[in-house]
Nanobody, 115 residues
């Protein structure tokens, strides 16, 4: 199993930046599809970005061009760099690992963007 721990959330003004980290333990991230999701109050959880084990990357349309997902295998960590933040980006952000029929989530980190 892999345990995931998100960090880096906080309060930021619109137009600002944050970098979220998803640190893995118990197993490596390099052979897994790691994704970032978010859930705003009263809304369904939605996929934000994903990096496959092969390094393929995709983003939600709403964040494309503003967010960047990356993976540091040496640190066993996946990052989400978020720039040009908007109030509608406010949510709890979760990372998720998928591999060989397994599915693991972190506990989430709150991101609040003020206008």
């Amino acid at each position: 199993q892999v345990q995931l721990a998100e960090s880096g959330g906080g309060l930021v003004q619109a137009g600002g930046s944050l970098r979220l980290s998803c640190a893995a333990s118990g197993s490596v991230v390099s052979d897994k599809a790691i994704s970032w999701w978010r859930q705003a109050p009263g809304k369904q959880r939605e996929l934000v970005a994903i990096i496959s084990s092969g390094g393929n990357i995709d983003y939600a349309v709403s964040v494309k061009g503003r967010f960047t997902i990356s993976r540091d295998n040496a640190k066993n960590t996946v990052y989400l760099q978020m720039n040009s933040l908007k109030p509608e980006d406010t949510a709890v952000y979760y990372c998720r690992a998928l591999w060989a029929g397994h599915d693991s989530w972190g506990q989430g980190t709150q991101v609040t963007v003020s206008s």
